[in-house]
């Protein structure tokens, strides 16, 4: 029996989706794969709400990280990590050969843009790194504030949007995003294996003059493959048949609206059944996402317990991440799942704990 997946990612996906996966193979150098690939960029731009340059990579989104600070980090990049993975962002900076300073927040804090303001007025950087939804603490970072900072300074704005994009509104154009990345395994409900980013023209014409960007990552050859309507290697074909698919899904059939005030009723749901049965992690609740929700573990549940409990009942259960395990617990909201089927998980936790 299939499970139902209550964790950040990857996310169930339709059996139509899926579906699409299995249509005939096609060459990724001729008209009808670029037809596809075409028609997916067009659709992307809407949900981004961009018409910046927009590509596509067969990776995951840390592929995309990687790609953002080797394309864009000329001088100096300040990485801003309140919590895994927008503290992985700085591991890759630095990896990569970059300078970099690190300002490292308390876990379940969002960035402000006080934090941002005060770091940029030194003119130290030329790039700035930041999580938008940061999967393992469930915080929102209130991204059209810090956008208001940014857009007084010369620097690269680079945002990772991965558990937010398709659940959570993203402006790109009117936010002054020079790189939002995002992966497909979360809010847009697909097999993970793509990642998409938005390159603001100011964003392309500076990689121009950076150095040592790679191969695999490099925006300039996506640019020179994209005028071609091809990509620079092999993609993955099937899943790109399948974004296109649910991308249609998303658009017109419950439309971008509709979905972003699911994931915030989802949210409100769940915000209000942690507080009843145990308390939220993030700091402050009006910076608690609506695509993942981290519980403070108040009540001592063994969570592996808990897990297989759940999963007896068809179930897949997340644990806090990281250093956060069994202190807390996250709670997936995202992606095609309803209210209906999370009011189902959210009464299986209270019957197996008595709550």
């Known amino acids: 029996m299939a499970k139902k997946l209550f964790i950040p990612g990857p996310v169930d996906v339709s059996p139509e989706v899926l579906a699409k996966m299995s249509e005939p193979m096609v060459g990724h150098r001729g008209r009808e794969f670029s037809s596809i690939m075409m028609s997916t960029i067009e659709k992307l731009k809407k949900l981004m709400f961009t018409e910046n340059t927009v590509f596509l990579s067969t990776s995951s989104s840390t592929g995309l990280m990687e790609a953002a600070v080797r394309n864009c980090v000329d001088k100096k990049c300040l990485n801003i990590g309140n919590g895994a993975f927008s503290d992985r962002w700085h591991e890759i900076t630095k990896s990569n050969g970059k300078e970099a300073d690190f300002l490292s927040l308390d876990w379940g804090k969002a960035v402000t843009p006080e934090l941002v303001d005060e770091m940029l007025s030194t003119g130290e950087y030329d790039a700035l790194t930041m999580v938008h939804n940061e999967t393992s603490t469930g915080v929102t970072s209130p991204l059209s504030e810090i956008a208001e900072v940014v857009r007084n300074y010369d620097v690269s704005f680079l945002v990772d949007t991965v558990s937010s994009m398709a659940g959570i509104k993203v402006e790109v154009d009117k936010l002054g ?11 847009m409900a697909l097999p993970p294996g793509l990642a998409v980013c938005s390159v603001s023209d100011r964003a392309m014409e500076k990689a ?7 191969y695999y990552f490099d925006f300039i050859t996506f640019q020179k ?9 092999t993609p993955a074909i099937p899943l790109l048949r399948a974004m296109d698919y649910q991308l249609d899904r998303i658009l017109n ?4 609206e509709n979905r972003f005030r699911r994931h915030e009723r ?13 308390s939220l992690f993030p700091e402050e609740e009006r910076y608690c996402s609506n695509t993942v929700t981290c519980i403070s573990n108040t009540r001592g549940v063994d969570c592996n317990e808990l897990k297989q409990k759940l999963a007896d009942r068809g179930y897949v259960f997340a644990n806090g991440y990281g250093k956060l395990a069994d202190r807390t617990f996250r709670i997936a909201h995202m992606g095609d799942r309803t209210i209906g089927e999370l009011k189902e998980y959210l009464s299986a936790i209270e019957e197996i704990l008595g709550l």
């Open 177 to 187: 995003i020079d790189v939002c990345l995002f992966g497909v395994q979360k809010a």
């Open 208 to 214: 121009k003059s950076v150095g040592n960007r790679g």
């Open 225 to 233: 493959y994209l005028k071609k309507e091809q990509t620079p290697t």
């Open 253 to 256: 059939k419950e439309g971008l």
């Open 266 to 278: 989802m949210g409100n749901l769940t915000r209000e059944w942690a507080k009843k049965n145990f």
